[in-house]
């Protein structure tokens, strides 16, 4: 479950290439846990299972 905190994927490793995410208002934001002023990408509330759903294919 997401919050207004960021939050590390659970599927993050120990490689050091992680992703954070967390709730805004309206959405959902991701971010490079290494590069945290960096770019985010942010995804409206109907599209995060959808981006996630990708996501999950692509790791099979």
Sequence with gaps: MLSTQWTKSTRS???GACVEARLRAG???VRDSKDIAGPTLRA???EWPSLIAMTTN???
């Design 13 to 15: 490793g120990h490689t």
């Design 27 to 29: 959405g959902v934001e």
């Design 44 to 46: 409206k509330a109907g």
């Design 58 to 60: 692509d790791r099979q």
